[in-house]
């Protein structure tokens, strides 16, 4: 599907692809969904994938809510920047590895709401135009909301899907 252009495109792609990842991960047993992806991937299972996705639901609010205030977040955390995801990502999931699958599917469903809920109180114009809030830069709120939401949500889905072949 295209980028989404629109509030409703955006809500409609997200939650298109959140029900897409979540029907393809109960399409497996539990064994399955517990089972570790072959060598070769950071996220080495569903678990970690969810909990990826829950932990960028969260660091999306963070940058919301500092950038709202009138502050410029560190996007995309504090000690990072877009070259270093790699480190970030691993730091994610090393922080997660204790928590149960039904635990991070718990947050990763939440998080995913209270996303959602957030990009509802907005209007399309404020979630699409370019430069409206200074801790965007010369983006918009919906490109980050995508980068959370849909496409992110399609990353998984790939991911899951590549590792279960």
């Not at 149960?100 to 599917?105: C, I, M, W």
Request: glycine share 6%; net charge positive; aromatic share 12%.
């Amino acid at each position: 599907m295209a980028r989404p252009k629109t509030k409703e495109e955006l809500l409609n792609l997200s939650s298109f692809n959140f029900k897409k990842l979540n029907n393809y991960i109960d399409s497996f047993s539990r064994g399955e969904q517990e089972k570790d992806f072959p060598e070769g991937t950071m996220n080495r299972n569903i678990r970690d994938v969810l909990a990826h996705l829950h932990h960028w639901h969260l660091m999306f609010f963070e940058w919301y809510t500092i950038g709202m205030d009138g502050k410029k977040p560190h996007i995309p955390a504090h000690g990072y920047n877009w070259r270093t995801l790699p480190e970030l990502n691993r730091e994610i999931r090393e922080d997660y590895l204790s928590i149960s699958l039904d635990e991070v599917r718990e947050r990763f469903n939440g998080s995913h709401q209270k996303t959602m809920d957030l990009i509802t109180e907005h209007t399309c114009e404020e979630l699409f135009q370019k430069k409206r809030y200074a801790w965007t830069g010369n983006n918009a709120i919906s490109a980050y909301a995508i980068g959370v939401l849909s496409s992110h949500y399609d990353w998984g889905y790939k991911l899951i899907k590549k590792a279960k072949k």
